[in-house]
């Protein structure tokens, strides 16, 4: 859907593979397109990372590389 001049979209993942693979969609989007994205997160989070609806728990440090990884592509953007 777009907005303005936004693009908006939902993406739904239940396991922590799903969203390792989506994060890589996310990057090879950025690294083509050279636009930015706004991530937004709805689930529940301990000091350790982040819940998935699977029960899988998502490490923080596991998600640091793409992470980093967009901050560079974007120029901390």
Known sequence: ?????????????????????????????TETSGLSHILHFEMHGCKDGLKLVSGDLVLFKELMPYLVELNILTKFN
């Open 1 to 29: 859907m777009i907005k303005g001049n936004l693009e908006v979209g939902i993406e739904y993942v239940e396991t922590k593979k799903e969203l390792f693979k989506l994060f890589e969609t996310i990057i090879q989007e």
